[in-house]
């Protein structure tokens, strides 16, 4: 299956596309893949509405119970009634479910009959019993709250928007929208505001999260910056808004999957050097946004082309004289890239981003990085510490996604840096080895600096978290030996940051 | 696996302070596995000698075998030995044993401590299943070692501490012999528990587990 050219193999790869758990998004990323020509498989848990598109086939009540294999060559086991079966996929698009949670006591209220979250309101005017009531008499009036309990988006201003514009066109109630942001950066919302204001919506912004008093009859104060007083309402309903919440089966559908989720439970995990629709692994993409179809689309259809990927043949190479399957590249790559296969692990060509962390993690050194290998670094340490005359000398490791370029630029801008300073270009922290920096104190080098993504940004997910553990663990062991933990430092950087990293720099020779 | 864990430096740095070249073996399975003596581990250790006792003082070689354990890996490193004065061996207590006897004529120091018989948790981090007591008695316990988890090894329990599914000696530690309960009842051959075996005439301790330095963090952010 795999022809070689130079420096690139073409790998053949299935084409089909699963696309897991249903909703608006699910559907919708299933047609936009589809409309690019790939066979779409849609499944969910529950029963599902028949797509438009009849290239895609239907699952419903259907489980994915596992999922094996990588980018190009998934293998799920697909449950559901009538038994399992094994398919195969080339990509996997997840729509993950959202809960709700009402934010009344963030206004110190308490659900009953007439404070009421935005759902049960929705229900209650779909009702007609509860619309002949809006009608009758003198009406009725409803409060909306918004913005206060939480940070605002469009959805929940289009929710308060078109329940506000329902309660006022039944022609006898009144709405009222207490709304702190009014978020209409969305389609459409902002022609809904000017509708329901022309209908006779009354709209406050009160700049203060408005004061609610719960007894026998509501009453809410608010000082209004335009007229300058307080105005106050008793209105016979209040609506509070709701927040958006990680359903649980969204931590189910990481795990299975192997991917992150952030830290409240929503998948994908946030990543700036990754388009917002891919997760950590290559080949599963998430679609939770309006917008996201199209881009999971575009995507998939980048991924998948026309079934042939052109990949780099050296990206990380397994030495299968070396490797004793002991697991741990399996466990440590971030990108789920590595699995084993005849004996020895084996790393997929498309899967793998080349950040080197299973090199740098393997206990028998038999994973070598493309243009990194262990030759070659220890070729560029030695060089390092040997180029320098007089001290300090400074071997710094420096990811090449931002310290590298943090510390050409200050090089450029001619910024002052120590005489000693030499930097050694790495494709990620992560690839920074204990050996390596072992190697450079036993070469001469007086300070060693590891310079890493910040928190959060590191293209690898987690390289420069395991660069941080093994500076400290080496630090420890300096001090073992009876030597300075403070020879040895790691720092984080962006590549915009060339004055901060030379100051940083300085300030380290100085300390040496 | 073995799981074994590095002597602290200090102790590897006397044994083998006064000799001019040593030769440091590495394991390349269990000891490997377990990060504690594998090729990396070698190379590291090696760099720390080097650090300590200054570059020229003492001559470091490297090797590391698949198996210290088995004779045929270690017959390729006859040709390597003769030119050093020591040998310093990360494997297991068996494998540095049996390098030990291959070359009779060299001083060997161990590097590691060999701690267990475990399984692996996640990387870096191992639990003790088998305390290797030569009388398996797993057929009859369920697949689960009362000689390991019970803290008394009882080959026929439980005892009186038995305290809602925990041993009296810590609320986190289960009784061996609840499990073994669960486990048996669970596949209907409840009857097995009440045969008795020969009991067997040792103190214990409650399972040990290491997480190797360096991946503590790790453990922790795995929230396990
Ligand atoms: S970490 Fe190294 S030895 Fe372990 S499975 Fe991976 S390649 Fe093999
Ligand atoms: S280089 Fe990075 S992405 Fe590639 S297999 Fe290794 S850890 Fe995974
Ligand atoms: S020497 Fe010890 S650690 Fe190495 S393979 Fe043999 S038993 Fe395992
Ligand atoms: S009883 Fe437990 S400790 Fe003894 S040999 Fe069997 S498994 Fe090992």
Redesign the pocket.
């Known amino acids: 299956m795999m022809a070689e050219t130079t420096n690139t193999i073409d790998v053949t790869i299935n084409k089909d596309v699963l696309v897991i758990g249903c909703g608006t998004q699910g559907l919708e990323a299933a047609e936009a893949v589809a409309a690019k020509g790939y066979k779409v498989v849609l499944v969910d848990d529950a029963d599902l509405p028949a797509p438009a598109a009849n290239a895609i086939e239907v699952m419903a009540n259907t489980k994915v119970e596992s999922l094996a294999g990588l980018a190009g060559d998934f293998r799920t086991c697909l449950a559901n009634g009538s038994g399992r079966s094994e398919r195969t996929f080339g990509a996997v698009v997840v729509a993950p479910r959202y809960g709700l949670a009402p934010l009344n006591e963030a206004y110190g209220l308490a659900l009953n009959d007439k404070v009421v979250t935005m759902t049960q309101m929705e229900a209650l005017l779909d009702d007609g019993a509860f619309k002949e009531t809006l009608v009758q008499g003198e009406g009725k009036s409803i409060a909306f709250l918004s913005g206060f309990g939480q940070e605002g988006d469009p959805a929940a201003t289009s929710r308060v928007l078109e329940a506000a514009l329902t309660v006022q066109q039944a022609g006898n109630s009144r709405a009222y929208v207490y709304a702190n942001n009014v978020k209409v950066g969305a389609r459409g919302l902002e022609r809904l505001f000017t509708q329901g204001r022309n209908e006779g919506v009354v709209c406050f912004k009160p700049l203060e999260k408005p004061a609610i008093e719960q007894g026998d009859t509501l009453k809410i104060v608010i000082n209004d910056p335009v007229v300058r007083e307080d105005v106050e309402l008793e209105p016979d309903y209040i609506v509070v808004e709701e927040a958006v919440v990680a359903g649980p089966e969204n931590l189910a559908f990481a795990e299975i999957l192997r991917i992150d989720t952030d830290l409240d439970g929503f998948i994908p995990s946030n990543n700036v050097h990754r388009f917002p629709a891919n997760s950590n692994r290559e080949g599963i993409f998430v679609a939770s946004q309006p917008a996201d179809a199209a881009n999971v689309a575009l995507r998939v259809a980048e991924l998948l082309d026309n079934g042939v990927r052109t990949v780099a043949k050296n990206a990380a190479v397994v030495d299968e004289n070396k490797c004793t399957i002991c697991l741990t590249c399996y466990r440590c790559c971030p990108h789920g890239a590595i699995f084993w296969e005849n004996g020895i692990a084996a790393i997929s060509p498309v899967a793998c981003q080349g950040c080197g962390i299973c090199a740098s993690e393997c206990p028998m050194d038999a994973i070598q990085i493309g243009d990194f290998t262990d030759e070659a670094l220890t070729a560029d340490i030695q060089e390092a510490v040997a180029s320098v005359s007089g001290t300090p000398s400074i071997v710094a490791f420096c990811c090449q996604n931002s310290a590298l370029e943090a510390g050409e630029a200050a090089k450029a801008f001619d910024a002052e840096l120590p005489q000693g300073f030499r930097m050694v270009q790495v494709p990620c922290a992560g690839k920074v080895d204990v050996e390596f920096i072992m190697k450079a104190f036993v070469e001469g080098a007086d300070g060693v600096m590891v310079a890493a993504c910040h928190e959060g940004n590191c293209k690898a997910e987690r390289g420069n978290t395991f660069a941080k553990w093994r500076v400290e663990e080496i630090q420890k062991r300096l001090e073992t030996i009876g030597l300075s933990k403070d020879r040895l430092i790691f720092t984080t950087i962006a590549s915009n940051m060339a004055e901060e990293f030379s100051m940083k720099v300085r300030m380290f020779a100085e300390q040496l | 696996m073995i799981v074994a864990e590095r002597k602290p430096f200090d102790e590897i740095k006397n044994m083998v302070s006064g000799y001019k070249k040593v030769l440091t073996v590495g394991c390349g399975t269990c000891v490997a596995v377990c990060l504690a003596g594998g090729s990396k581990e070698v190379e590291t250790l090696n760099a720390e000698l080097n650090l300590a006792f200054g570059k020229d003082k003492i001559e470091f070689g490297a090797e590391t075998v698949e198996r210290q354990c088995d004779m045929e890996f270690l017959e390729e490193l006859d040709s390597k030995v003769d030119e050093y004065d020591a040998l310093v061996s990360m494997a297991c207590g068996a494998g540095i044993q049996f390098l030990a006897e291959r070359f009779p004529n060299k001083p060997v120091f161990p590097a590691v401590n060999t701690s267990f018989?475990g399984v692996n948790l996640d990387v870096g981090w191992y639990e003790e299943?088998?305390?290797?007591?030569?009388?398996?008695?797993?057929g009859l316990?369920g697949g689960i070692?009362?000689?390991?988890m019970c803290a008394k090894s009882l080959f026929n329990g439980p005892c009186g501490g038995t305290n809602q599914k925990s041993c009296e000696i810590d609320k986190e530690q289960p009784c061996a012999w609840y499990k073994i309960h669960e486990r048996l009842a669970g596949q209907g051959r409840l009857d097995q528990i009440i045969e008795i075996s020969p009991p067997n005439d040792w103190s214990n301790q409650k399972p040990r587990k290491i997480i190797q330095p360096g991946y503590e963090e790790r453990v922790k952010a795995l929230g396990r």
Not at chain 2, 129 to 138: F, N
Not at chain 2, 145 to 148: D, G, L, R
């Open positions: 018989i299943k088998c305390r290797a007591c030569g009388t398996c008695v797993l316990t070692c009362p000689v390991t």
